[in-house]
């Protein structure tokens, strides 16, 4: 024992069995002890029989379909399918088909108490086709919205629809209201913050109608969804002749499709799985917040009384002082727990602050506590307790995709979100409205005044004067220009002007020429997407970006031998000065 040793008889039919992690064993175990053994890799994938190894199979088509069918700039360009799927690894699929396998046959056998008897071959069949269309929707849970939009005109499926508008990962609060709302237990007093609901098609975002969108079409190389009346104006600009990939949205365009090889359409039924999600892993290529998780989801606006608590794993000292603030958690009872119906607490993990080890060690520890908080429940069968649910949050680089994967385990449901805070908090337009539509369009939607009153400075710091100028002098020059902005006369050529130029831009724009819209080109560049934190900050950036590069050459040519001074500067009958400045326009 420890340093000491001692010999000791030895049964001729003794046999140890040592089971250790693969890395640990490649990296961390020394070789004389690894030489005494006879060493067997076993993966997940050995525990699959001929059925589950048929659509492991199917998945890795799958994948390898979605990674290296997408159409760039330069042509078709491939992507690894850890850059598609957040944590992918090549035990990832056998591990999710495993896990998927007992859902599914539950799920079906319960199906079969209400439905007709089928025959062996019939229920193999759905079985095949249930676990693979819930397998790929397990995926599309992981997966980046910047690999979604690169898919949207190179595959069948349009997945886009599922990712944006069924499922839901816009930030964290979004996205663990919308699972309470899936809770039975919870769903009485819960209801949808989406705009539209989890079966609907998304509200038209090019009008004020607040209709749903109707059609699907390429106009002036971008793709849109419009309500009927968006469609008949663009039709009607494109001189009543049919619109290029128009398609006509329906409710049945919301339900993906997955079938067989050779199966009927009967067989692609889309059934409604539910798992357990007291312990969830959610993936954010977002920075560690500076605010607090806990005032992110208290600010949000929820009909549902929620306890949340947080911590950040690196924080933590030792795994004594991890494993009593979980137990705290799972044992405490909450003095106003009648308020509450649902408490959270979230562990913030950083791989490249705390290692991959102790990130498995922090998951271990609050599997154990939500075990024995379960079986507590159970000995006093109190049902009116508190629903406690463990959230492990961890921030990723997009440039290290490889730090981290996932294990797709029985008692853990994974998630991938775009940004912690939500896009009212961010004070950017959500990332829905962003999608569709071309540049001119969109920054014709969102307040283009409010825009430039945040954006201008940065406008101005860009502009090389040839005399020196003081503080006071760029003090004046700012407030002036605020004035300017709420200045009808200045704003409404400004506005045409910028709206000139900004097409003028986007029509020679050499990123568009191979790409179908400036959003699917924007998520070709992951240098811009990780420079912006998340892909709806991208979009919006990218849209803040074409004004500020337009507004600064119209400030450099309007503010020459000082014309915009004159103009801005406080006078009587200015009616002279104005005549002179539009001619600038």
């Known amino acids: 024992m420890g340093t000491n040793s001692r010999l000791c008889p030895v049964h001729d039919e003794f046999r140890v069995i040592v089971i250790v992690d693969a890395e640990q064993a490649y990296h961390q175990l020394a070789p004389p002890l690894l030489n005494r053994f006879e060493k067997q890799l076993l993966m997940k994938q050995d525990l699959l029989d001929g059925t589950l190894q048929h659509i492991v199979d199917k998945l890795f088509k799958w994948v390898s379909l979605f990674a290296g069918n997408v159409s760039s700039g330069t042509g078709n360009q491939y992507y690894r399918p850890a850059e598609l799927f957040v944590g992918f690894n090549d035990d990832m699929l056998g591990s999710l088909v495993l896990k998927l396998n007992p859902l599914v046959s539950n799920f079906l056998k319960k199906e079969s108490q209400n439905g007709d008897l089928k025959t062996e071959e019939e229920t193999l069949a759905m079985f095949n086709n249930?676990?693979?269309?819930?397998?790929?929707?397990?995926?599309?849970?992981?997966?980046?919205?910047?690999?979604?939009?690169?898919?949207?005109?190179?595959?069948?499926?349009?997945?886009?629809?599922?990712?944006?508008?069924?499922q839901v990962h816009s930030s964290l609060p979004e996205l663990l209201f919308f699972l309470l709302s899936k809770d039975e237990?919870?769903?009485?007093?819960?209801?949808?913050?989406?705009?539209?609901?989890?079966?609907g098609l998304p509200i038209c975002s090019l009008c004020?109608?607040?209709?749903?969108?109707?059609?699907?079409?390429?106009?002036?190389?971008?793709?849109?969804?419009?309500?009927?009346?968006?469609?008949?104006?663009?039709?009607?600009?494109?001189?009543?002749?049919?619109?290029?990939?128009?398609?006509?949205?329906?409710?049945?365009?919301?339900?993906?499709?997955?079938?067989?090889?050779?199966?009927?359409?009967?067989?692609?039924?889309?059934?409604?799985?539910?798992?357990?999600?007291?312990?969830?892993?959610?993936?954010?290529?977002?920075?560690l917040a500076s605010?607090?998780?806990?005032?992110?989801?208290?600010?949000?606006?929820?009909?549902i009384p929620i306890h949340c608590e947080s911590l950040k794993l690196h924080e933590f000292t030792s795994a004594r002082e991890l494993t009593a603030r979980i137990q705290n958690f799972y044992e405490s009872t909450f003095d106003d727990s009648a308020t509450f119906s649902c408490a959270m607490l979230i562990v913030q993990c950083d791989p490249a602050a705390a290692s991959l080890k102790r990130i498995s060690h922090a998951k271990y520890i609050m599997e154990k506590a939500r075990i024995n908080y379960t079986q507590s429940e159970e000995m006093s069968d109190n049902s009116s307790r508190t629903k406690k649910i463990g959230i492990l949050l961890v921030h990723l680089n997009r440039e290290s995709v490889a730090l981290f994967s996932v294990d797709f385990e029985s008692n853990w449901s994974f998630y991938t979100i775009d940004d912690i805070r939500p896009a009212e908090m961010s004070g950017v337009p959500v990332a829905t409205s962003l999608l569709y539509g071309s540049e001119i369009v969109l920054l014709q939607k969102i307040a283009l005044k409010s825009t430039l009153i945040r954006n201008f400075r940065s406008c101005l710091a860009r502009l090389i004067y040839p005399f020196d100028r003081s503080s006071s002098d760029i003090q004046l020059q700012i407030e002036m220009i605020l004035r300017l902005f709420n200045d009808p006369s200045f704003m409404e050529p400004l506005e045409r002007k910028l709206f000139q130029l900004i097409g003028n831009a986007v029509d020679t724009d050499s990123s568009l020429l191979?790409?179908?819209?400036?959003?699917?080109?924007?998520?070709?560049?992951?240098?811009?997407?990780?420079?912006?934190?998340?892909?709806?900050?991208?979009?919006?950036?990218?849209?803040?970006?074409?004004?500020n590069n337009i507004f600064t050459q119209l400030l450099c040519y309007l503010d020459r031998n000082s014309n915009l001074s004159l103009y801005g500067r406080p006078h009587g009958d200015n009616s002279l000065v104005e005549k002179n400045i539009s001619s600038l326009w």
């Open 514 to 547: 191979h790409s179908s819209s400036w959003q699917e080109a924007l998520a070709h560049r992951p240098n811009e997407i990780a420079q912006a934190g998340s892909f709806r900050e991208a979009l919006f950036r990218r849209l803040s970006d074409t004004v």
């Open 185 to 199: 237990s919870l769903s009485s007093g819960i209801s949808s913050l989406r705009s539209s609901s989890s079966n």
């Open 208 to 287: 004020d109608s607040g209709k749903q969108v109707s059609h699907r079409f390429v106009f002036n190389n971008d793709l849109m969804q419009t309500c009927d009346s968006c469609y008949k104006n663009a039709l009607e600009s494109n001189k009543g002749e049919e619109l290029p990939d128009h398609i006509e949205l329906s409710e049945e365009n919301n339900t993906m499709e997955t079938q067989e090889d050779d199966q009927d359409d009967d067989n692609s039924k889309n059934p409604s799985i539910t798992e357990n999600n007291d312990l969830i892993t959610v993936m954010t290529y977002s920075p």
């Open 130 to 166: 249930t676990l693979f269309h819930e397998a790929i929707q397990r995926l599309i849970w992981i997966a980046t919205p910047e690999a979604i939009v690169r898919a949207r005109n190179t595959l069948e499926t349009n997945y886009e629809e599922m990712y944006f508008h069924e």
């Open 291 to 303: 605010t607090e998780i806990e005032n992110i989801v208290k600010e949000t606006k929820v009909e």
